[in-house]
């Protein structure tokens, strides 16, 4: 008569041995990529990982590896829960996986110069969620082109929102890699005609219509302006007659991709401007990203 029960609870155990071995095989990922830290040890984050497998629809072993990764990164022990937390939400969330997720936001990170400064994440997550459900794009595509435009945004001195609503319009635009290195090539230039106070400075600032010191002070206080200024300037003589391709010419923009790139985002001068606007709300706001992994789950 006990035979039943007996085999149904040989099964449980069974299965609650194999899970256990699953997990801890899983956990060696972790221990692999991260160091223990005095306030953070292995047991805080198995248990961590452990407890949030219980309000997210990820097995532990699942979450184990994405913390892995996440450390393979550069990601340290005291963030890991958070940040594998935060990667299964978005990637629940979009069409990006949490693992692809993983590795292109710390190298993000990284590139900005904020490698280890994770305090910002639910800010930038949920900034490109709302983005990427408000412009004619993805967050897998906005994701990638953020990373291409990273280096060269960070460097004249755009914050994470406006790199963000930077990489949604080109990304709206169509374009790819290529394009990233013309944006950043095109903002290099006037980064250095501002600095050497060149000749070149006076070009870009008659673009933007203003003088060669009011435009100086905009774009080093706040250069994704000063970029959309630019361009709303070359929209604006193009619409008086001045053909682009001569005013583009004038400002030393002939290479055939940044001609292509700087037309593109000259054309799109308002969803560039609307764009800034949506990502400086979501960043503020920073709910957009727990909003839709709520929707989802």
Do not use: C
């Amino acid at each position: 008569k006990l035979a039943p029960v007996s085999k149904a609870a040989q099964n449980f155990l069974g299965g609650a041995v194999q899970s256990a071995i699953d997990f801890q095989d899983a956990f060696a990922d972790v221990r692999k990529t991260v160091d223990e830290t005095s306030t953070t040890t292995y047991d805080d984050l198995s248990n961590g990982l452990r407890n949030l497998a219980k309000e997210v629809p990820v097995t532990a072993d699942e979450l184990s590896h994405i913390a892995g990764l996440a450390g393979q990164m550069g990601v340290k022990a005291d963030d890991i829960v958070t940040f594998t937390e935060a990667m299964v939400k978005f990637g629940d969330s979009t069409n990006i996986t949490a693992e692809e997720a993983t590795q292109d936001i710390a190298q993000i990170y990284n590139v900005i110069g904020k490698g280890g400064d994770f305090s910002s994440l639910n800010s930038l997550l949920s900034t490109i969620v709302d983005l990427g459900n408000n412009t004619a794009t993805t967050e897998k595509d906005i994701v990638e082109m953020y990373r291409n435009i990273a280096a060269g945004a960070s460097r004249v001195g755009m914050n994470e929102q406006q790199m963000a609503a930077l990489a949604a319009t080109l990304s709206s635009l169509g374009l790819d890699k290529g394009g990233a290195s013309a944006i950043s090539k095109v903002m290099t230039n006037i980064d250095k005609a501002v600095d050497g106070n060149t000749k070149m400075l006076t070009e870009w600032a008659n673009v933007a219509g203003m003088s060669a010191e009011e435009f100086s002070q905009l774009w080093n206080t706040d250069a994704s302006s000063g970029l959309l200024t630019v361009v709303q300037g070359i929209a604006r003589m193009n619409e008086e007659g001045i053909s682009m391709n001569n005013t583009l010419e004038d400002l030393g923009v002939k290479e055939i991709r940044q001609v292509d790139t700087l037309s593109r985002l000259t054309n799109a001068n308002e969803e560039y401007a609307k764009n800034i606007g949506l990502a400086n709300k979501a960043y503020d706001e920073s709910t957009a990203l727990n909003e839709e992994a709520a929707k989802r789950y």
